[in-house]
């Protein structure tokens, strides 16, 4: 049974920077597709980073790419997020996410999660 659990949300002004932590129990058997998404106030689910845990795939989609980094620690089994230049628009609920994946997805082919954690919020104000 894998479980998220996010931690590191919190209050930050534009320009600063939050890590975000996903502790992973369950996914020590397998490689992965995990994923962090954000739900922004009246806005639908997007994802905004994607690492597959067998190394060397990453996904960013633009409104992000060159602020945040995804991470893994293998031996913590931890999934982090490395959110820099934080703007208004980077406000929401930000979700860890993760789907087996044995082969490093192409690009459009990372899966849905199957599995989700409760979530952490980041407010950012300008």
């Known amino acids: 049974q894998v479980q998220l659990v996010e931690s590191g949300g919190g209050s930050v002004q534009a320009g600063g920077s939050l890590k975000l932590s996903c502790a992973a129990s369950?996914?020590?058997?397998?490689?992965?597709?995990m994923s962090w998404w954000r739900q922004a106030p009246g806005k639908e689910l997007e994802v905004v980073a994607a690492?597959?845990?067998?190394?060397?795939?990453?996904y960013y989609p633009d409104s992000v790419k060159g602020r945040f980094t995804v991470s893994q620690d293998n031996a913590k089994n931890t999934l982090y997020l490395q959110m820099n230049s934080l703007q208004a628009e980077d406000t929401g609920m930000y979700y860890c996410?993760?789907?087996?994946?044995?082969?490093?997805?192409?690009?459009?082919?990372?899966?849905?999660?199957?599995?989700w954690g409760h979530g952490t919020q980041v407010a950012v104000s300008s």
């Open positions: 690492l597959w845990t067998g190394g060397g795939s990453t």
């Open positions: 369950g996914v020590a058997d397998s490689y992965y597709c």
């Open positions: 996410a993760a789907d087996q994946c044995l082969d490093p997805p192409g690009p459009g082919g990372w899966p849905a999660p199957s599995y």
